[in-house]
């Protein structure tokens, strides 16, 4: 297990700082800079939770604001998520499937970016992990397969073990705080409760099938074939009960304490804030869930026919190998490993981790369908069930099929290593922007960006530098937006998702407040800022 974790820490080091802050990254870091009262206030007005913004604020405050002090807080987040995955595995299934489930996490790119990035994914991931590992811990306690304790419904135990209770207590505790930190992760909890009515059906249907009622004595109970089963823990109602009734109080424990974060939640507001995300309808919702699957191991957002046209339009060799392996044959391997299921699979505690697995992806492709959410980043707190059930169907095959595998999965995943460690920038960089105004700017000047989120980031890089940064809106028109001072200069940074980010020189002349003195493109060839400085004393066109 240590070398696995130093196997992760060597691949997500390198580069940590490498890369600019994007716009959901200078969030996180406006956030923490709030106070915490005005913290507390923003978020109330986001669908967002609260504990890693609160966590962030307090690493700052430790160890600065840099790119690499702001992402190291989910470096240690992923370390600590690769014990707890083969912790999953070992305890469901077996030490070989959690040893290769947490194999496959330590380098699949796509752990490796959010491991990279200043946002709350990474956190709520390792604690949605926690919770269903001491959920396991507490079916485990309470009700121990292969038990052979000559328990009539007399002697039966009236409460779980004390082990059961403190797994129980794990549960509550990683439950809030993972909600706290994003509250999707209330769908692994609903995964979960799920998983014990149907471990409680399944303990009362066994127990009739076994001896019918508590005073029948039935040959099949008095034999001890029925004693020795999966749930002779449990095998009278007596026994049941206590144990329906402790979990139905941990649920109430959890409610209770996230009630707080859901009476605090503005959701006219927060709903308003989600109006952006455009509806993908059924057939891309469906071809999103299935892109999940690839997206973990890759990392990237290929799609099939990207391998058509890789091979039709001469893309060269290496970007033909990587979508021949992404498609199909990394989403052959998933998909076969995935039908190699664990002998216990319908009854066992690996039943939980199908269903946490599961039903948030089925809900997140549900709800996508009118209101886009990418899988991958929302619910990256599956992914450690997908890879310790990957890592299952590898432990059960024969020996030259699971090396098959599993190479096509590590071959896949290092190329997509390799790939996102060629990739300079996020999205908008604002780092050429800081660099060109930093030494141009003077008293008395302002900057105009379009669109206003996106003054976010460049606030992160001029931080050294106050300037007044007055946000418009996308489409409004930029002339009126500033009335500038004789004599001073306004700077006019238009995103690539500005309307008129594209505008030809004359017609931007034509709505800009001033007369263009420079005309700046940084990254014209991706997701490019314009920057425009305007001369105020001498306005082209009124």
């Given at each position: 297990?240590?070398?696995?974790?130093?196997?992760?820490?060597?691949?997500?080091?390198?580069?940590?700082?490498?890369?600019?802050?994007?716009?959901?990254?200078?969030?996180?870091?406006?956030?923490?800079?709030?106070?915490?009262?005005?913290?507390?206030?923003?978020?109330?007005?986001?669908?967002?939770?609260?504990?890693?913004?609160?966590?962030?604020?307090?690493?700052?405050?430790?160890?600065?604001?840099?790119?690499?002090?702001?992402?190291?807080?989910?470096?240690?987040?992923?370390?600590?998520?690769?014990?707890?995955?083969?912790?999953?595995?070992?305890?469901?299934?077996?030490?070989?499937?959690?040893?290769?489930?947490?194999?496959?996490?330590?380098?699949?790119?796509?752990?490796?970016?959010?491991?990279?990035?200043?946002?709350?994914?990474?956190?709520?991931?390792?604690?949605?992990?926690?919770?269903?590992?001491?959920?396991?811990?507490?079916?485990?306690?309470?009700?121990?397969?292969?038990?052979?304790?000559?328990?009539?419904?007399?002697?039966?135990?009236?409460?779980?073990?004390?082990?059961?209770?403190?797994?129980?207590?794990?549960?509550?505790?990683?439950?809030?705080?993972?909600?706290?930190?994003?509250?999707?992760?209330?769908?692994?909890?609903?995964?979960?409760?799920?998983?014990?009515?149907?471990?409680?059906?399944?303990?009362?249907?066994?127990?009739?099938?076994?001896?019918?009622?508590?005073?029948?004595?039935?040959?099949?109970?008095?034999?001890?074939?029925?004693?020795?089963?999966?749930?002779?823990?449990?095998?009278?109602?007596?026994?049941?009960?206590?144990?329906?009734?402790?979990?139905?109080?941990?649920?109430?424990?959890?409610?209770v304490a996230c009630l707080p974060l859901a009476l605090?939640?503005?959701?006219?507001?927060?709903?308003?804030?989600?109006?952006?995300?455009?509806?993908?309808?059924?057939?891309?919702?469906?071809?999103?869930?299935?892109?999940?699957?690839?997206?973990?191991?890759?990392?990237?957002?290929?799609?099939?026919?990207?391998?058509?046209?890789?091979?039709?339009?001469?893309?060269?060799?290496?970007?033909?190998?990587?979508?021949?392996?992404?498609?199909?044959?990394?989403?052959?391997?998933?998909?076969?490993?995935l039908s190699y299921p664990p002998r216990n699979a319908?009854?066992?505690?690996?039943?939980?981790?199908?269903?946490?697995?599961?039903?948030?992806?089925?809900?997140?492709?549900?709800?996508?369908?009118?209101?886009e959410l990418t899988l991958p980043r929302y619910f990256?707190?599956?992914?450690?069930?997908?890879?310790?059930?990957?890592?299952?169907?590898?432990?059960?095959?024969?020996?030259?099929?699971?090396?098959?595998?599993?190479?096509?999965?590590?071959?896949?995943?290092?190329?997509?290593?390799?790939?996102?460690?060629?990739?300079?920038?996020?999205?908008?960089?604002?780092?050429?922007?800081?660099?060109?105004?930093?030494?141009?700017?003077?008293?008395?000047?302002?900057?105009?960006?379009?669109?206003?989120?996106?003054?976010?980031?460049?606030?992160?890089?001029?931080?050294?530098?106050?300037?007044?940064?007055?946000?418009?809106?996308?489409?409004?028109?930029?002339?009126?937006?500033?009335?500038?001072?004789?004599?001073?200069?306004?700077?006019?940074?238009?995103?690539?998702?500005?309307?008129?980010?594209?505008?030809?020189?004359?017609?931007?002349?034509?709505?800009?407040?001033?007369?263009?003195?420079?005309?700046?493109?940084?990254?014209?060839?991706?997701?490019?800022?314009?920057?425009?400085?305007?001369?105020?004393?001498?306005?082209?066109?009124?």
């Amino acid at each position: 297990m240590g070398g696995l974790i130093l196997v992760a820490l060597a691949v997500r080091v390198p580069r940590l700082g490498a890369t600019n802050l994007w716009l959901d990254e200078a969030n996180s870091w406006l956030l923490a800079k709030y106070s915490l009262p005005a913290l507390l206030a923003n978020i109330r007005a986001s669908p967002g939770s609260p504990l890693y913004f609160v966590l962030l604020k307090l690493w700052v405050a430790l160890f600065g604001e840099s790119e690499r002090a702001l992402r190291s807080l989910s470096l240690i987040v992923s370390l600590a998520l690769v014990p707890a995955t083969y912790a999953l595995g070992a305890r469901t299934v077996s030490r070989r499937a959690g040893f290769l489930g947490a194999l496959l996490l330590a380098c699949a790119p796509m752990q490796i970016y959010y491991a990279q990035e200043a946002r709350v994914y990474m956190l709520v991931t390792l604690l949605t992990t926690c919770t269903v590992l001491a959920y396991v811990a507490w079916r485990q306690a309470v009700c121990k397969p292969g038990t052979t304790r000559a328990e009539t419904p007399d002697t039966a135990p009236a409460a779980p073990h004390r082990s059961g209770l403190t797994a129980l207590s794990a549960y509550v505790v990683c439950a809030v705080l993972a909600i706290y930190t994003l509250d999707l992760a209330v769908l692994a909890l609903f995964a979960l409760n799920v998983d014990a009515l149907l471990a409680g059906v399944g303990i009362l249907r066994a127990r009739r099938a076994a001896f019918g009622t508590m005073r029948s004595r039935s040959p099949a109970y008095q034999s001890g074939a029925y004693r020795s089963g999966a749930y002779a823990a449990l095998a009278s109602g007596r026994s049941l009960w206590p144990v329906a009734r402790s979990w139905c109080l941990a649920q109430v424990a959890v409610g209770v304490a996230c009630l707080p974060l859901a009476l605090a939640v503005d959701f006219r507001t927060a709903a308003s804030s989600q109006d952006w995300r455009r509806a993908l309808g059924i057939p891309d919702a469906i071809r999103g869930l299935l892109d999940f699957f690839a997206s973990t191991i890759h990392g990237g957002y290929l799609y099939p026919w990207d391998l058509y046209h890789a091979y039709v339009d001469g893309w060269g060799a290496g970007a033909m190998l990587e979508r021949t392996l992404a498609y199909p044959l990394t989403l052959l391997a998933v998909l076969t490993a995935l039908s190699y299921p664990p002998r216990n699979a319908r009854t066992g505690t690996v039943r939980a981790v199908y269903l946490v697995l599961v039903i948030p992806l089925i809900a997140g492709a549900a709800v996508s369908v009118e209101h886009e959410l990418t899988l991958p980043r929302y619910f990256l707190f599956t992914t450690p069930c997908l890879y310790v059930l990957i890592g299952a169907g590898l432990a059960r095959m024969t020996g030259w099929l699971r090396a098959a595998l599993l190479v096509v999965l590590l071959a896949t995943m290092g190329i997509g290593v390799a790939t996102y460690q060629r990739v300079g920038s996020r999205d908008s960089d604002y780092r050429p922007v800081a660099r060109r105004l930093a030494p141009e700017l003077r008293p008395g000047d302002a900057i105009l960006i379009q669109p206003p989120e996106m003054g976010v980031p460049l606030s992160y890089y001029l931080r050294a530098h106050p300037v007044p940064i007055t946000g418009l809106t996308a489409g409004a028109p930029l002339r009126g937006a500033l009335v500038p001072t004789a004599g001073t200069r306004t700077w006019v940074v238009l995103d690539y998702r500005s309307g008129t980010f594209g505008g030809d020189a004359d017609s931007l002349a034509r709505i800009l407040p001033g007369h263009v003195i420079t005309d700046v493109v940084e990254n014209p060839g991706g997701s490019g800022v314009r920057v425009i400085e305007l001369d105020s004393a001498a306005p082209a066109h009124r």
